[in-house]
């Protein structure tokens, strides 16, 4: 299929956040590459924002992107909580936290403009090809072909499938696999990646009476308000639990009269004690519809394909300690997978003098890619599950938990409980990121002795863990006294904790 003397060279299908990341990482570890986009453009005016913690933060100026990227953020400053009156129930300063936690806050960008950025900051941008419609792809022992509608060929020796949650090239393993070895991709598998939630998206311009720098959610049940301000752009996720599940093979595509329809639903919702989702909706740049599929596949990769970023792993938005569906860990984590990718691979280029591996070798590569990546991927899916459980008020100790528990607990026990993942986070291993900021918990690759942090031995996971009855009933009946006790005793409370 290919020939021998020639360098080894993987064929990325998808330049969105994994695609366009894989592109310079690639190319500041000397592999050769292509990157093959559907669209015209990279960075279409679509979606709203996206945030980086700062572990997605180092690998991007270990990338040499992160200085213009943060011409182009802002820093959100504090967490509020509301109820569905618009009264204030929760005000604390966790993004701080995080800054001091590692050095680098919460950094928010516009999504169109983090991809114009991390396409202007590529050293050789003729590694991105757009407008390339995919009709086949072929792989035997010697190397793979992507056949595009054209009618050109692209060779290589692996295909990285950074095509996004309905990604063709996942589908193409999944037949690739059950031929070779027949029902090892099972129905349960490809039922994994489901959407429980749909989320009404919106840009807005400022709204000053909203402020221009925290990040708001207004609780209901069903149903979660949340939204960011920056002094430029508001960025507002309605998140509406869907009446039947999506799951693969289905496709849902909402119309702009849906988007209406959705926003006309909630126009009386408040987003303040002042201001109503209706105001909002006047100031609105962009709107739509998407459903917020969540899973991590088992298969990562088969013969010479390989998954990054939401083909294989798929987390919903949001954060961590907001009472909606949760946590804003998509991109970033597609930026880790390129990075443990691409370590793997340089390394056995290295050993192999730039000889390009065999499938067995490639295989080996990809086999320790998958391992390493799919513990914490489930690590930290299940730690977005579990809250998700809890939020969105669906069972009477949600509420009870969101309402009492989460406003009262000080800002440092979120901070610390996600600082807990952000630092042990992968990053390039051929790059120096000394020169990036550090904060009170250490890299877990810089010290492999820093101890954990007090909140650790409890872990958010297992203090709001569903699957902790105990604890979950003793929570719950603790709170139901503290209800009992009036509205009094808990602004009281609220006010007094405030971090
Ligand atoms: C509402 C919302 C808010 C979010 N907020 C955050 C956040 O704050 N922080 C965060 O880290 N994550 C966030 N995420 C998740 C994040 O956007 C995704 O995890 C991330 O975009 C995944 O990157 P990706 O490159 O894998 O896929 P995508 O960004 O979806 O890119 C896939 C690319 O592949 C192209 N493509 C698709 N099919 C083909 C084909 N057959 N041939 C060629 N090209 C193809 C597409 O055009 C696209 O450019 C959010 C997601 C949503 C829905």
């Not at 592109?23 to 590459?33: D, V, W």
């Not at 953020?73 to 701080?96: C, E, H, M, Q, Y």
């Not at 800054?99 to 680098?104: C, D, K, L, P, R």
């Not at 902790?468 to 006010?495: C, E, N, P, R």
Request: aromatic share 10%; net charge neutral; charged share 20%.
């Amino acid at each position: 299929m290919v020939s021998e003397n020639r360098p080894f060279r993987v064929i990325v299908v998808g330049g969105g956040v994994s695609g366009l990341a894989a592109s310079h990482a690639f190319q500041k570890a000397g592999i050769h590459h292509v990157v093959l986009e559907r669209r015209a453009t990279v960075a279409p005016a679509e979606g709203a924002s996206i945030a980086m913690y700062p572990h997605g933060a180092r690998i991007l100026h270990q990338l040499g992107c992160l200085s213009t990227i943060k011409q182009h953020s802002s820093t959100p400053d504090r967490w509020r909580a509301r109820l569905p009156s618009g009264k204030l129930i929760a005000n604390n300063g966790v993004f701080r936290v995080l800054e001091a936690n590692h050095g680098s806050g919460l950094l928010l960008i516009e999504r169109r403009q983090f991809l114009q950025d991390l396409y202007d900051t590529l050293p050789d941008k003729t590694f991105i090809k757009t407008s390339c419609i995919i009709e086949d792809i072929k792989q035997d022992e010697d190397g793979v072909e992507v056949l595009l509608s054209d009618g050109s060929i692209e060779r290589g020796d692996l295909i990285l499938g950074c095509d996004g949650v309905h990604s063709f090239v996942r589908r193409t393993l999944w037949e690739h696999a059950n031929k070779t070895l027949l029902g090892s991709i099972t129905v349960k598998e490809k039922l994994t990646i489901r959407a429980d939630w749909k989320c009404l998206v919106v840009t807005t311009g400022p709204i000053a009476e909203l402020g221009d720098r925290d990040l708001t959610v207004v609780h209901n049940k069903n149903y979660s308000h949340m939204y960011t301000m920056t002094p430029t752009l508001g960025y507002f996720f309605v998140f509406f639990h869907l009446d039947e599940p999506w799951t693969f093979p289905k496709r849902t595509q909402y119309t702009n009269q849906d988007t209406q329809d959705i926003a006309d639903q909630i126009s009386n919702h408040a987003m303040s004690e002042t201001v109503v989702f209706g105001e909002v909706w006047k100031h609105r740049i962009r709107a739509a519809v998407v459903n917020l599929e969540e899973g991590v596949l088992n298969h990562w990769y088969h013969g010479r394909i390989v998954l990054a970023g939401d083909s294989v792993h798929k987390l919903i938005p949001g954060l961590p300690w907001q009472v909606t569906p949760n946590m804003a860990f998509g991109g970033n984590s597609g930026l880790e997978s390129i990075v443990t990718l691409t370590n793997l691979l340089r390394q056995t280029l290295i050993d192999r003098s730039w000889a390009r591996p065999s499938a067995k070798e490639l295989e080996k590569v990809l086999a320790t890619y998958q391992s390493e990546r799919l513990d914490r991927m489930n690590d930290i899916e299940k730690f977005s599950g579990e809250i998700t459980k809890m939020q969105a008020w669906h069972r009477p100790w949600d509420k009870l938990i969101s309402t009492w528990l989460v406003p009262m607990l000080p800002a440092r026990f979120f901070g610390d409980q996600l600082g807990n993942i952000i630092r042990a986070a992968p990053k390039l291993d051929f790059i120096d990121a000394s020169d990036f900021p550090s904060g009170r918990m250490q890299w877990k690759d810089t010290d492999g002795k820093s101890k954990e942090t007090k909140y650790s031995a409890v872990g958010l996971h297992a203090f709001l863990g569903v699957n902790q009855v105990g604890l979950l009933s003793a929570t719950a009946a603790f709170f139901m006294v503290f209800y009992s006790l009036s509205d009094i005793v808990f602004t009281w409370a609220a006010k007094g904790l405030r971090g």
